[in-house]
């Protein structure tokens, strides 16, 4: 298994710039996440999906969407990118997160700087 | 609402030296859970170790271990004798039924280990 994979690894972006940041499973994992992680802070959630068909906003949702069209694939669309947008941007899976046990598997995230 | 403070920012310990890293939490749910997570220098997420909060025993694994302590809200990672490779950043989350599905990250705190 490559359990959660993100593309790019690195990108650079102008300002008002648009694109999709990839995300795919192969732990067939119902729920998946997208963080952004800005420097010297724990992860903060920007949206997150339950199943295929199935997405809702996290904490941070402004200048991002979101679409889960497969359970495999969780693609985060930035529009309009913004100086504010440069993070590192991590992608996670898990399988049912009300269970008591319940580890989020992360992809290795992607590095996005908006000049 | 729900919050995890890690009050150490950074940490310098000796090789082969016993390591603890600071976790306060706050929730009101009596149900949730406890993750560490390890972030080395090369950026993936890395979990570690698991508490739930009706678990009668702290959470070992291997050198890890969590000390739980429920009433003062607590749960304080120890690294058993430390290793270069445990130089990182070690960052505590919390999820709880309450938390829409995501973990609630603490800011980080970032360990180097000295030979």
């Known amino acids: 298994n490559a359990g959660v994979t993100q593309t790019p690894k690195f990108r650079i972006l102008k300002i008002g710039q648009s694109m999709t940041l990839q995300c795919t499973q192969d732990?067939?994992?119902?729920?998946m996440y997208w963080y952004r992680q800005d420097p010297g802070m724990g992860l903060k959630l920007i949206y997150y999906?339950?199943?295929?068909?199935?997405?809702d906003k996290g904490e941070v949702p402004n200048g991002y969407n979101v679409s889960r069209s497969t359970t495999e694939d969780f693609p985060l669309r930035l529009e309009l990118a913004a100086p504010s947008q440069t993070s590192v941007y991590f992608c996670?899976?898990?399988?049912?997160?009300?269970?008591?046990?319940?580890?989020?598997?992360f992809g290795p995230g992607t590095r996005l700087t908006v000049l | 609402a729900q919050k995890i403070t890690q009050t150490q920012p950074g940490m310098f310990v000796q090789e082969k030296e016993a390591v603890t890293l600071d976790c306060t939490y706050d929730t009101s749910d009596p149900s949730y859970g406890l993750f560490w997570y390890k972030q080395p220098s090369s950026g993936e997420m890395i979990f570690l170790i698991y508490q739930g909060s009706y678990d009668q025993q702290n959470a070992t694994e291997g050198r890890y271990s969590l000390n739980f302590q429920k009433a003062r809200k607590s749960a304080n990672l120890v690294i058993s004798a430390s290793q270069l490779g445990d130089s990182a950043m070690y960052f505590c989350?919390?999820?709880?039924?309450?938390?829409?599905?995501?973990?609630?990250w603490g800011a980080g705190t970032k360990l180097i280990i000295k030979p």
């Open positions: 999906s339950v199943g295929a068909g199935i997405t």
């Open positions: 996670a899976s898990s399988y049912e997160p009300f269970s008591s046990y319940n580890e989020q598997f």
């Open positions: 732990m067939n994992h119902n729920y």
């Open positions: 989350a919390m999820r709880g039924p309450d938390s829409n599905y995501q973990l609630i």
